[in-house]
């Protein structure tokens, strides 16, 4: 039988990345899950206790409150786990956890949902929102954190990414080749509601600067269209200060009440460069067409003109243009749900299982 260990970076909330360690645990229920922090009360009823191991980092005072400060930490916490009594390991990364060291004999299979885009790309970006003491910490340290990351990389035995956009950072930054697999997405709670959509659009994220949600308030503004806003975040009383009458926040909502506004809604305005991108899929598979920003993810999962429309510059302007494009189409529920069937959990499994067999079992 073989003995499998799954890593992921962090187990502190439930996320797209958190589904495919749940999809992996699925494939091989009796694995193990190794990760940098445990926070047991928002995980324990998806990621059970006694399946759980943790690095030495749990142990740190509110460990799992401050874990993103304690990067310098991580590298050495993942290389210090001993996964020599197992025959697979399967690693979830998009910090360091892919960079756990495994004998010659222990398969190495890595599901990358992204390079470290602060440590990469996106460095100047983060750099430049940063406090004095980040910018002066991240100047000092990055260096030696992207050798570690190429250093780390070379190590894996299969590399596979979420998305083809993912795919080529990969190739540029680590000079390595990968199969891509989309993420799972649960789409199976999803449907059309057999309605036709009422008169409002709908953004649904995380309230942090990268998912630029201003454009869509500043363009739903311009146009006296009606906007609802679903999530929190560290920019909630920014973007209420930008709103008017017509923007609504919902705040944190359940599952049902998401999926209610996304069935309703006559589209979602998507304005973030993503590796990939969820959201924009449960959209699809509530019937729904995206209005979106024509990069990154989106590209792989929307098709302009038929499930969506893109726009090209993240400017409120062009938001607008996006937005009264979509309006002059007739999108068919029907082809829009059928698109987003393509990104199922189970297709997901299957994927992986017939890797593994292809490229470890023979």
Known sequence: MTKVAIIHDWLVNYGGAERVVEAFLEIYPDADIYTLVYDEEKMGKIFPKEKVKTTFIQKFPKATKIYTKLLPFMPYAFEELDLSGYDLVISSSSCCAKGVVTGPNIKHISYIH?????????????????????????????????????????????????????????????????????????????????????????????????????????ACKKLN????????????????????????????????????????CKAMIFCAEEDFGIIPLEAQACGRPVIAYGKG??????????????????????VIEGIQNFEKLNLSTEKIYKHAMKFSRERFKEEIKKMIKERVEK
């Open 297 to 318: 993810g989106a590209l792989e999962t929307i098709v302009d003109k038929e499930t969506g429309v893109f726009f090209d510059k993240q400017e409120v302007e062009n």
């Open 225 to 264: 269209r009606k906007l609802v806003v679903i999530g929190d975040g560290e920019q909630k009383d920014y973007l209420k200060a930008l709103a008017n009458e017509n923007i609504t926040f919902t705040g944190r909502i359940s599952d049902e009440e998401v999926k209610s506004y996304l069935q309703r």
């Open 114 to 218: 992204s390079p470290m885009r602060y440590a990469w790309d996106l460095y100047h970006d983060y750099k430049k929102r940063s406090g004095k003491i980040t910018r002066l910490f991240m100047g000092v340290f990055m260096k030696s954190l992207r050798e570690w990351d190429y250093t780390s990389s070379q190590r894996i035995d299969i590399i596979l990414a979420n998305s083809n956009y993912v795919a080529k950072r990969i190739n540029k930054f680590w000079g390595k080749e990968c199969k891509v697999i989309y993420p799972p997405v649960d789409i199976d709670r999803l449907l059309p509601n057999g309605k036709e959509p009422e008169d409002f659009y709908v953004v649904f994220s995380r309230f942090v600067p990268y998912k630029r949600i201003d454009l869509a308030i500043e």
